[in-house]
């Protein structure tokens, strides 16, 4: 009669034992499964962040590039100009916070942020911040990219104009210092920063960038 009940308390202890070593092993699948997701889908954002960071790099590149052609006839006053002339309140070299303009169709150019602070999403996001959100563009809407039967509803390009979506993205070109501090510039010390909201984690690419009139 003993044996019988040392033999049936034996047998709860091992069902206990295996019921806490399912829900353990249950547990830590569980567990990194939802790391692994938030690992990948934090270097997929990581990816599109840097590349929007690139391409406000290479940007910023190309309108110095386009000046040089516009303004053949004087590149050393011109270089850095944002507008169609060259007078000298139309540089774009003064160190203050920028947004980047692009057009599908046209040249990147960048617009002064009038009486907004540069992008921070450490505090969460505002209305300031919200001035330098993203915004998908269908830039061809004949074609399903997405393959979802509607071709005019594609997230295809990241913009700050207006499209089909808000992204999660932030970006914004700063102009961090000039040298010398009055035109004719010869450098341009900037940075391209782009934001998103991870969770409630703010994660950031910060790039440098260096124009020079060369």
């Not at 944002?82 to 540089?91: F, G, V």
Request: aromatic residues 12%; glycine residues 6%; contains cysteine.
């Amino acid at each position: 009669m003993q044996n019988k009940k040392t033999k049936k308390g034996f047998m709860i202890v091992e069902a206990l034992l295996a019921v806490t070593m399912i829900i353990m092993t249950v547990a830590s699948s569980v567990y990194l499964l939802v790391y692994g997701y938030a690992a990948v889908n934090y270097n997929k954002n990581s990816l599109v962040a840097g590349m929007l960071a690139l391409e406000c790099k290479e940007s910023l590149r190309g309108l110095r590039d386009t000046n040089w052609i516009r303004f053949s006839y004087d590149k050393e006053n011109c270089w850095n100009t944002n507008s169609d002339t060259c007078p000298a309140a139309s540089y774009f070299a003064t160190p203050t916070s920028y947004r980047l303009e692009l057009t599908y169709t046209g040249a990147p150019f960048f617009t002064t942020a009038v009486h907004k602070l540069p992008l921070d999403l450490s505090n969460g996001i505002d209305s300031t911040d919200d001035y330098y959100q993203l915004n998908y563009l269908d830039s061809d809407d004949t074609f399903d990219s997405d393959g979802d039967g509607n071709p005019a509803n594609d997230e295809d390009v990241y913009t700050t104009a207006a499209g089909t979506g808000e992204s999660k993205f932030f970006r914004m070109m700063e102009i961090v210092s000039i040298d010398p501090a009055a035109p004719p510039i010869t450098t341009i010390n900037a940075r391209c920063v782009v934001a998103w909201m991870e969770g409630n984690d703010p994660k950031k690419v910060d790039v440098p960038v260096v124009l020079t009139n060369y």
